[in-house]
C-alpha cells in the first residue's frame, strides 16, 4: 500500500511539445491526459517533429494555453494568442500513429520560424483519439493519446530527485579530482540538477524511498487515478539546462551509471488514466504497487 504522507508537489503542463511548460495549482486530467497538455507542435518543411533534442532554444519559449487556443512567448519575440484552428487536418507530419495534424495559421508559423531561425510550422492536434498508445508502453490503440512520446501521464518524484542529484555531485567531484591531478582547470562548480529538466506532469514529495515510484501500479490522488503504463527512458533533451539550453553530462551519466537496464537509463514513470477528474497541488497521493 501507500508510503505515508505523500502529496502533489507540483503539476504542470506542456501546450506545446518541447516548448517549457506551465506550472499550475490544479489541472484536469482527462482520458487523454492534463487538459491542453501537449496538443501543438512544430514541425519542419516536411512534417518532421522538432523537439528540444535538436532543436534547444524550444525551451526558451513559453506556451500558456488559453480560452480557445494558447498563449506563445519569449524573450525578444512579441506575445502571440493563438486560435485553435477549426478546419480538418490539412498537415501531412512525422509523429508515430500520427499522419495528419491542422496548422495553426501564417503569424503562428512565422512566429515559431523565428524562434528556430528556420521555416517551421506550428500544428495543432484535433483529437487524441486519432493518436493510440502502442503495447509497449503499457496501453492500446484504444487509449487516447496526445503528442506525447509515449503515455498520458508523466509523474516523478522528489526522492529519486534527490538521489539522482547526489550521485551526480558525487559524480562531478570525481571529475574535479581527476582535473586537478592532470593540471587542467577544474569543472564549473555543480548546481543541483532542477525537476523540469524531466518535464514531469505531477511530482510527488513526501516520506519516499529514492525510485520506489518504479513499483507503483496505480496512483490515487484528487479525482483522478492512474494506472503504470512503463518505466520512463529518459534522452539527451534531460541534458539542456532549462534555463541556459546549454547542454552537459548529466544527468544521463549518473543514470548510466546507477540506473541503466534493457538497454535505457530510467527516471519516472508513465502513466495512464483510469478515472478522470481534477488534482490539485497539496493533494494527498495514495499508491499501490504493481
Do not use: Y
Not at 496538443?39 to 506556451?63: F, I
Not at 512520446?149 to 518524484?157: A, I, K, L
Not at 534531460?238 to 538497454?263: F, N, W, Y
Amino acid at each position: 500500500m501507500s508510503e505515508p504522507a505523500l502529496v502533489a508537489s507540483a503539476l504542470t503542463v506542456f501546450p506545446v511539445k518541447s516548448f517549457a511548460g506551465t506550472p499550475m495549482t490544479s489541472m484536469e486530467i482527462e482520458v487523454a491526459g492534463p487538459r491542453g497538455d501537449r496538443r501543438w507542435m512544430v514541425v519542419d518543411q516536411h512534417g518532421s517533429t522538432l523537439t528540444a533534442r535538436s532543436h534547444p532554444r524550444m525551451l526558451a519559449a513559453r506556451a500558456t494555453s488559453s480560452v480557445g487556443g494558447v498563449r506563445l512567448q519569449a524573450d525578444g519575440l512579441p506575445t502571440l494568442d493563438v486560435a485553435e484552428p477549426s478546419g480538418p487536418p490539412d498537415v501531412p507530419v512525422q509523429l508515430s500513429r500520427l499522419d495528419t495534424a491542422t496548422r495553426a495559421g501564417d503569424e503562428a508559423d512565422a512566429w515559431c520560424s523565428e524562434l528556430l531561425g528556420q521555416a517551421v510550422r506550428l500544428v495543432h492536434l484535433d483529437d487524441p483519439a486519432r493518436r493510440g498508445m502502442a503495447e509497449r508502453f503499457g496501453g492500446s490503440l484504444a487509449d487516447p493519446l496526445a503528442l506525447v512520446d509515449t503515455s498520458p501521464v508523466h509523474v516523478t518524484t522528489t526522492a529519486s530527485l534527490r538521489r539522482l542529484d547526489a550521485w551526480a555531485a558525487e559524480l562531478h567531484d570525481e571529475r574535479v579530482d581527476r582535473a586537478l591531478a592532470a593540471g587542467k582547470p577544474a569543472p564549473e562548480p555543480w548546481h543541483p540538477l532542477d525537476m523540469r529538466r524531466f518535464r514531469p506532469n505531477l511530482v510527488v514529495d513526501g516520506d519516499l524511498e529514492p525510485f520506489a515510484e518504479d513499483r507503483w501500479g496505480r496512483v490515487a490522488v484528487g479525482d483522478v487515478e492512474l494506472r503504470f503504463g512503463s518505466r520512463c527512458g529518459r534522452c539527451v533533451l534531460t541534458t539542456i539546462d532549462p534555463d541556459t539550453q546549454v547542454k552537459g553530462k548529466e544527468p544521463l551519466a549518473s543514470l548510466a551509471r546507477h540506473r541503466r537496464g534493457d538497454g535505457e537509463v530510467w527516471f519516472g514513470i508513465q502513466m495512464v488514466p483510469v478515472r478522470t477528474g481534477r488534482v490539485a497541488v497539496g493533494d494527498r497521493v495514495e499508491t499501490t504497487d504493481r
